[in-house]
């Protein structure tokens, strides 16, 4: 009877065995691996799809861009908190569960984002859907790595890495196509049924593992910089704010820079004086990887940057359509897939450095030819430029991550990770707020200059008024009295066009400076081991 009952175990057990799903199933992880960049590709996605709605977004809530800015900045703010805080949450609860409400906090800012009636709501809802993906990125990471055995790793981890690759080419142009065909609402609504569809797989595939050994949690550190980083980009995005009068100087500006200089203070000393710190900032004494992470703050600024600044002067000042302004980013990601193994090969065989100096070079001149943008720049100059950062970003990236990890632990690798994955988030958060502070102050400043040039007493600006006048009369059907009001507004509309491409341009010139700036750490990091004592 006892023989009877471990047969039939056995073959319950068996036929268990055989689903797909089941663990042990030889295609498990493949199917693992397949939800798993479902919801990579959501998340990245929505990191760029918004940029080319942004026109629409401002005109339908009549914002400016120091309002509009936070749209794209709540977002990776709050990744930016959860990448370090997802880990040990995992941990704890269980990665199965965490991924699961990563993908449910994600679906459910999706759809309260399509639903917005104002910026506020959309603003709040952006940090639903940011919550999400920042726990929805670094979980799946860690459950490939988990789940695929170190000879399949690699191919699996480069699968994952092509779903994030893919969503930063075809976000835009998605993007661009649901804003023109349809409404801006759309590149939010439009992750619901993936999202749901992502939740079902999870439940059905994902096996569940908790880490009993996780340390006590860095509550401190947590609220530390939820403060510090907010309240620092709201400062930078006030100080130049329409809304502000006072400037820089305003009371509540100042309040603002104040906390969270203290809140950083708090959060440094938190991380370096505590055994199990939120982000374990003792690595970024590492010499190379602290070099590398500082590399990676400023492309980061200098790329979402700019990343935010492309569609708006391709819409509001080119004319272009949304899916328009969405194609032109599409070879970006092509180009650095491609790229991304050749620079591998290179760095391995030769130096890493060798990639990285020329990509950084050749980032540099592509914010350099943007910087020479006008209302006269053909499409092809455009493309120019970004078929040079696709080429920059493929051929920095790899050996960049492969030197900076270089003398980092073996057990230290998942903390190196996240804070990498920070640092990343921090500075396009930066970015975005630091270039449409500027962007609105430069714009300003253009405009007086341009303005204070016209002397509306001149005979030149007489003829060039009753030209567009005449034009008014014979096109547009006006009367003598509109169409005379109708040529200087024609005037004035082309001086703000033109302050506000000059605008555009000071911006993309900080951002070739910065980026040639980058080449100094890049310049001094180490290719040999610390031990070696032998630098490059």
Known sequence: ???????????????????????????????LLA?????????????????????????????????????????????????????WLADRFGYKRLYFMGLLLFTIGSMLCGMSYDENTLILSRIIQGLGAGTIQPLGMAIITREFPPKERGMALGFWAISAAASVSFGPLIGGYLVDNFSWQLIFDVNIPFGIAAMVFTILIQRE????????????????????????????????????????????????????????????????????????LRLLGDYNFGMGNLVMLIFSIGMFGSTFLLPLYLQNSMGYTAVQAGSVFLPVGIIQGFMSPVAGRVSDKYSPKIPMILGVIVLGVSFALNSQLSYLTEHSFVMTSLYLR????????????????????RDKMAQASGISNTVRQLGGSMGVAIFATMLTTRV???????????????????????????????HMGSNLATAAQQGKYMILSHISKQAYIAGIDDDFLMAAILT?????????????????????
């Open 209 to 280: 593992y908790i880490n009993r050994r996780a340390g006590a949690f860095d509550l401190v550190g947590l609220l530390s910089v939820i403060t510090f980083l907010p309240l620092m980009l709201y400062a930078l995005s006030e100080g130049s704010a329409a809304s502000n009068s006072a400037g820089w100087g305003a009371t509540y500006v100042m309040v603002c820079f104040g906390i969270s200089t203290i809140a950083l203070a708090i959060f440094i000393t938190r991380e370096l004086t505590i055994e199990n710190p939120l982000i374990e």
């Open 516 to 536: 040639f700036l980058g080449l100094i750490p890049v310049i001094i990091m180490r290719t040999k081991h610390r031990n070696s004592l032998v630098k490059a």
């Open 390 to 409: 696709g080429f920059a970003m493929g051929i920095i990236f790899t050996p960049m991550s492969n030197l900076s990890l270089l003398t980092i632990p």
């Open 1 to 31: 009877m006892r023989t009877i009952t471990l047969s039939h175990k056995l073959r319950r057990k068996l036929r268990h065995r055989s689903s797909a799903f089941h663990p042990q199933h030889d295609n498990y992880k493949w199917f």
């Open 444 to 474: 300003n400043f253009h405009s007086q200059m341009f303005g204070a040039a016209i002397q509306s007493g001149s005979q030149e600006f007489k003829n060039v008024a009753t030209h567009l006048s005449q034009f008014a009369q014979q």
């Open 35 to 87: 939800n798993i960049m479902l919801g990579t590709f959501m998340a990245v996605l929505d990191s760029t799809i918004v940029n080319v709605g942004l026109p629409k977004i401002m005109a339908s809530f009549g914002v400016g861009i120091d309002k509009i800015e936070w749209v794209v900045t709540a977002y990776m703010l709050s990744m930016a908190v959860m990448l370090p805080t997802s880990g």
